[in-house]
C-alpha cells in the first residue's frame, strides 16, 4: 500500500497507526518530526506531477484543506482520492476510522480509543466564557460557522462569538472585533503563528491565551491530549 497525505493531521494519524505506507506528503505535514518521505508540496499546492510519479494507490485529502481542481487533476489520471470532512468532534473521529481502514490498518489504535475517552469527559469550567478567535491578520479573520475548532473550544465551556455568521472563516475588521468585548481572544499558532509579540497587542484590555494550533485544529493522535492542553491554555489567561 502506498499512500499520500495531504492533511497533515491525518498525516500524523496514518504514520503513528500504519509505519512505512506513506509514500508522500505535504511540507506543511510536520508530525511526527522525524517523518522521511517524498514531499509534495502544499496543502494548497501540491505538485500533482510529483504525487503521479510515487504511482500511490491511495490520496488522502480534506475537503477544507485541499482545492478541489487538484483532487479532481488526480483522479483524471486514475488515482483513487478520499476526501474527508471534519466539523465536529464525533465527525473527526468516524473519519480518522475511515481513513485508517482505507490505509490498511490492522485494527482500531490505542491512540483512537485514548481520544474518544479523553473527548467523552473533557474538562468544562464552572462558567462559560465568550470569545473571538482569529485565524489570520492582514486582514482579520476569524472562526465562524460550522467549524472544528469551534467545536472544540464549545466542547470545553468557551462559546465564539461570530459562530451564527454566514461565513466559516469571515474577514472582521479589528475595531469590530475589540467592540465586541469578549471575555476572552483566542490566539493559536496556525494557520498564522500568533506569538506573545504578534497578537496580543492589538487587543488591549483582553485576555488573550495563546494556544497550540496543533492541538485545536488537527484530528489526530493530538486529539487524545487536547482537551487537557488547551484547558491550560485557556485558564492561564483568564486567571
Known amino acids: 500500500m502506498r499512500v499520500v497525505s495531504l492533511v497533515p ?26 517523518l522521511e518521505v517524498t ?37 483524471a489520471a486514475g488515482v483513487e482520492v478520499l476526501v474527508t470532512e471534519v466539523r465536529d468532534v464525533p465527525q473527526a473521529f468516524r473519519e480518522l476510522a475511515r481513513v485508517l481502514a482505507a490505509c490498511g490498518a490492522p485494527g482500531r489504535p490505542r491512540w483512537l480509543d ?9 474538562p468544562v469550567p464552572e462558567r462559560r466564557t465568550t470569545a473571538v478567535v482569529p485565524i489570520w491578520r492582514r486582514p482579520w479573520m476569524v472562526l465562524g460557522r460550522d467549524t472544528f475548532a469551534g467545536d472544540v473550544l464549545a466542547r470545553l465551556g468557551v462559546d465564539h462569538l461570530y459562530a451564527d455568521h454566514a461565513e ?19 490566539l493559536p499558532d496556525e494557520p498564522y503563528r500568533f506569538t506573545a509579540g504578534d497578537g496580543p497587542e492589538a487587543f488591549p484590555g ?30 492561564a489567561a483568564v486567571r
Do not use: F
Request: charged share 25%.
Open 206 to 235: 483582553l485576555p488573550c491565551a495563546l494556544v497550540s494550533g496543533r492541538h485545536l485544529t488537527w484530528y489526530g493522535p493530538s486529539l487524545a491530549e487536547a482537551p487537557r492542553v488547551l484547558c491550560a491554555a485557556l485558564r
Open 114 to 122: 485514548e481520544a474518544e475517552a479523553a473527548w467523552a469527559a473533557p
Open 9 to 34: 493531521s491525518l498525516t500524523e494519524a496514518v504514520a503513528a497507526t500504519v509505519p512505512g505506507v506513506l509514500a508522500g506528503v505535504t511540507d506543511w505535514c510536520s508530525h511526527p518530526a522525524d
Open 39 to 75: 514531499r509534495v508540496g502544499g496543502t494548497k499546492n501540491p505538485k500533482t506531477e510529483r504525487i503521479l510519479a510515487l504511482a500511490p494507490d491511495l490520496v488522502i485529502a480534506n475537503e477544507e484543506e485541499n482545492r478541489a481542481p487538484d483532487l479532481d487533476a488526480l483522479r
Open 168 to 186: 466559516r472563516y469571515p474577514r472582521v475588521p479589528l475595531d469590530e472585533l475589540t467592540a465586541a468585548r469578549p471575555d476572552l481572544v483566542v
